[in-house]
């Protein structure tokens, strides 16, 4: 893993993240490097990654406290419309769910030359 359980609790200022099972942390944090490969197009594993840059690391640990919110049992019978604490804040859909962290303004740097993601493909048939 890129990051640790303990960088996303230490982040965190949600008792249900900082509380989490650190076997359940590691899961969101898989969900997290799959959402920014992605985004990027590689697994930040080159060398050239060590150590990993401060706003792949902010990224990261943004995508794995939303996972952990998101695969929380709390987090789905939410009623929250909007909350903040401090200088964080989040927001609640009306279907309960938390909106996923935009984090390609941290992650677009990194993004591989050339890479484009599969959803955005555009694919075309002849007539």
């Given at each position: ?5 303990t960088d996303v ?104 030359p050339g890479y ?12």
């Amino acid at each position: 893993m890129l990051i640790e359980p303990t960088d996303v609790a230490s982040y965190s200022v949600y008792d249900r993240v900082k509380n989490r099972p650190e076997e359940l942390l590691a899961q969101d944090i898989i969900e997290a490097e799959a959402e920014a490969a992605l985004i990027t197009g590689h697994r930040f594993e080159d060398s050239l990654y060590d150590p990993l840059p401060g706003k792949v690391k902010l990224a990261l640990v943004k995508l794995a406290q939303y996972f952990a919110l998101v695969n929380s049992d709390e987090s789905a019978s939410s009623s929250y419309q909007y909350e903040k604490m401090g200088d964080y804040s989040y927001t609640v859909s009306g279907e309960g769910r938390i909106q996923r962290p935009e984090v390609y303004h941290l992650l677009e740097e990194f993004i591989k030359p050339g890479y484009v993601p599969e959803s955005s493909r555009l694919k075309v048939r002849s007539l």
